[in-house]
């Protein structure tokens, strides 16, 4: 009838939340900061849609889940 239900667990370990944070934030800062310097280098008539969309999402996916890293390093579970 009731079977014993197992503990929700993450797949990534405890201890690897601080060093996720770090690189994920580190690395979408980074391809931040290179999407700010195409943007200022570029001109209007050279600049791609599909290159700045493109850089745009991988750098909030990076940032996103880095901060979600971050939240969950200090004890913020959410």
Same mark, same amino acid.
């Given at each position: 009838? *009731?079977? $014993?239900?197992?503990?929700?667990? /993450? ?9 996720? %944070?770090?690189?994920? =934030? ?13 943007? *200022?280098? $570029?001109?209007?008539?050279?600049? /791609? ?9 991988? %750098?909030?996916?990076? =940032? ?15």
């Amino acid at each position: 009838m *009731a079977q $014993s239900a197992k503990p929700i667990s /993450s797949p990534v370990p405890d201890v690897w939340y601080p060093t996720l %944070a770090f690189f994920m =934030l580190v690395i979408g800062l980074v391809i931040t900061a290179s999407f700010f310097i195409y943007e *200022a280098t $570029s001109s209007r008539k050279n600049r /791609s849609l599909a290159k700045e969309l493109i850089t745009g999402a991988v %750098a909030s996916v990076f =940032l996103g889940f880095g901060s979600l890293f971050l939240l969950l390093s200090s004890g913020i579970y959410v």
